[in-house]
């Protein structure tokens, strides 16, 4: 069975500096990979996601991500955060782009931006 | 273009009830997926709709059903409220055919059983 894992629940960053949240995914063939950020209270958001081709996707928002089949990572990049940037993120695999398949999720990482 | 919709945006129920929730998909999208995100948690996949037919389904006990109508909106219902169904509520839209298309999530609804 597939799954996700975000292992880190906070991570406190000063506005400006440059951010990096890990994601590690376990899954037998070419995982369909995606990043969703979700505001307090709203939805979630899809910042960017991963199908094949180049490994360095671009997102919104600034935000970038590198598939690491090697180290079964995607990890998300942002090079200068906003105080806007605050917020919940999830990974997530998936078996197909098209939505044809339900996700899966990681537990999510919590944002916090510091002045 | 409107996005995914969902009503009602919250919704207080009792144990033993039982609740039924909508979702109205982005236009052009054919195929609608639920979400349970328990509080602290990443959304949990419940099922997916594709032509009025469930099409997937995650680890959630008959008491979750759902149904697709002929304009591609559905509704979630939970049967025998516990404790635990308390959660925000997703549903999620896209086009099945597509095979680059994503899932597009609504708002939620905030379902809270006392």
């Known amino acids: 069975a597939q799954s996700v894992t975000q292992p880190d629940i906070h991570i406190t960053v000063s506005e400006g500096a440059s951010l990096e949240l890990r994601c590690n995914y376990s899954y037998g063939a070419t995982p369909y990979l995606f990043w969703y950020v979700q505001s307090p209270g709203q939805g979630l958001q899809l910042l960017l996601k991963y199908f094949s081709g180049d490994t360095l996707v671009q997102g919104i928002k600034g935000f970038e991500a590198e598939f690491k089949r090697s180290q079964s990572s995607f990890n998300l990049r942002k090079p200068s955060v906003h105080w806007s940037d605050a917020a919940e993120y999830f990974c997530?695999?998936?078996?197909?782009?098209?939505?044809?398949?339900?996700?899966?999720f990681g537990k999510g990482t919590h944002l916090i931006i510091q002045p | 273009d409107a996005g995914v919709t969902q009503s009602p945006t919250h919704l207080i129920k009792t144990r033993g009830q039982q609740v039924t929730l909508r979702c109205s998909p982005k236009s052009g999208h054919d195929t609608v997926s639920w979400y349970q995100q328990a509080l602290g948690q990443g959304p949990q996949f419940i099922f997916q709709?594709?032509?009025?037919?469930?099409?997937q389904r995650g680890n959630f006990p008959d008491r979750f059903s759902g149904h697709q109508f002929p304009n591609y909106s559905s509704e979630l219902n939970v049967n025998a409220l516990l404790l635990g169904d308390s959660a925000l509520y997703l549903c999620?839209?896209?086009?099945?055919?597509?095979?680059?298309?994503?899932?597009?999530f609504g708002p939620g609804t905030r379902l809270t059983v006392l």
């Open positions: 999620a839209s896209s086009l099945r055919t597509v095979s680059t298309d994503t899932q597009y």
């Open positions: 709709y594709y032509e009025e037919e469930e099409r």
């Open positions: 997530a695999v998936g078996d197909s782009g098209g939505g044809a398949d339900g996700l899966t």
